[in-house]
């Protein structure tokens, strides 16, 4: 069985860094059994750590160079698709391995990459932020002492999604962190906008990069078992995105809503067209976010009126059900933010998909010497390069780019895709 970091791909300088980090955090815990145990073990090990990172981080070395030690907060940026979250797991995974590398075979390892290790903490923001309370009681369950006798690990997926309450929250625990606990956060970057500057200060930043098409795509064919030349195609088509990739592999319905996306260039015949692309490309990402949310929404609906007496015969069932509509309109009022985040992300995989066609416009325009994201639209690219030439196919590569800008600053989606289509056609 390959170890944790086998599907961190194309991530090599990152793994180096990991590996490392997660060795000083096994020294730490051992360095106690050589000698006397202190009265206060775990200030102890607060301490250990740190001397463990001094020693392991060179003279003047940043906080993600390779050689760098064992610390209790750290940041993984990169690309959507780079692997954030992969990494993140993997590296609760090997802290919580019993030989501290992170092996992929022991209870520790198997219980955190499966979701169900006690002292893995994983927060996935269902709607379009992580509130205050959510992470208050986050922080506090975090603060208890490790069931496993090794780490509480925090991962906090999509940390730029932290309101500023919800920031304030985090960066107090992180300023005063419990001795054996680990946040680990994952942003698109460390700017501002997405990382509060105080909570940046006191992480090491692990910085992932785009994977080569040739690296996800060898993923597909060892891990998911996909032919050599449909990898070799989603791969590319995905732009490095290896979830993306293999949705488009093994999904012909991902595939059908790609067509579609790339479809729109040649239906830009006019002002009606371009208000009629806006609303298919906006029904569509509301039809996939209904239909990868529904099984979700109503296996929690159901689960929630059992769990309040619905079906019951007892005395008293109907009148608790009916006492109980508070905690179902907490739940629908979930369930619309979660299905609100899951149409602003199918919208944004089709925006990708349409900038990756005005991309290869622009390449053929410049006769760059670079493969086509979309090998498959290749002739049309070139006949829109023909026509548009370089300054026409960047403006439009911009619009694009424009409206994944506007709809992340919260301007309504269909405005946003209306203003593309009209900025498309117009050139």
């Known amino acids: 069985m390959p170890d944790v970091f086998a599907d961190l791909v194309g991530q090599d300088e990152a793994v180096e860094t990991l590996r490392r980090a997660a060795a000083a955090a096994a020294a730490v815990l051992r360095a106690p059994a050589a000698g006397p145990v202190p009265d206060s073990a775990d200030d102890d090990l607060a301490a250990l750590a740190e001397e463990a990172d001094a020693a392991a981080t060179p003279a003047g070395g940043a906080a993600g160079d390779p050689g760098a ?124 906008d997405d990382v509060s500057v105080t909570i940046r200060s006191r992480c090491r930043v692990v910085p992932l990069r785009q994977p080569p098409a040739e690296a996800v795509a060898e993923v597909l064919v060892r891990r998911d078992g996909v032919a050599p030349d449909v990898a070799a195609w989603a791969a ?23 067509e579609a996306v790339l479809a729109v260039p040649r239906r830009l015949t006019g002002v009606g067209a371009a208000f009629d692309a806006a609303s298919a490309l906006i029904e569509a990402a509301e039809a996939e976010a209904e239909a990868s949310v529904a099984e979700a929404d109503a296996a929690e609906r159901a689960a929630l009126e059992t769990a ?28 619309k933010s979660r299905a609100t985040r899951a149409q602003r992300d199918a919208l944004d995989r089709a925006l990708v998909d349409l900038a990756g066609f005005y991309r290869d416009a622009l390449t053929k325009a410049l006769d760059a010497p670079v493969a086509p994201v979309h090998s498959d639209t290749a002739a049309m690219a070139e006949a829109g390069a023909r026509r548009w030439d370089a300054e026409g196919a960047l403006r439009r590569l911009e619009a694009v780019l424009a409206c994944r800008a506007a709809i992340e600053a919260n301007v309504k989606p269909r405005i946003a895709v209306e203003a593309m289509m009209l900025a498309l056609w117009k050139g």
Not at 127 to 153: C, D, F, Y
Not at 164 to 186: D, H, I, M, S, Y
Not at 236 to 241: I, S, Y
Not at 324 to 331: C, E, I, R, T, Y
């Open 236 to 258: 590319a088509a995905a732009q490095g995105h290896v979830g993306r990739a293999r949705r488009l592999a093994r999904d012909p319905e991902a595939r059908s809503r790609r």
């Open 308 to 335: 309040l007496g619905a079906g019951g015969t007892g005395r008293g069932a109907a009148g608790a059900l009916r006492g109980a509509a508070g905690q179902l309109k907490d739940l629908e009022k979930r369930q």
């Open 69 to 192: 030690g064992m610390t209790h907060a750290w940041i993984f940026t990169g690309p959507p698709g780079s692997g954030r979250s992969v990494a993140a797991r993997a590296f609760a995974a090997a802290l919580q391995c019993a030989y501290g590398t992170g092996c992929g075979e022991c209870p520790g390892c198997h219980t955190t990459m499966a979701g169900t290790h006690a002292d893995v903490r994983l927060v996935v923001p269902e709607g379009l932020s992580i509130g205050v309370g959510e992470m208050r009681a986050l922080v506090l369950r975090a603060a208890s002492t490790p069931s496993g006798g090794r780490w509480q690990v925090v991962i906090i997926e999509d940390a730029d999604r932290l309101t500023e309450a919800a920031g304030n929250a985090l960066l107090k625990a992180v300023e005063e962190p419990p001795p054996r606990t680990v946040f680990l956060l994952c942003a698109p970057s460390t700017h501002p």
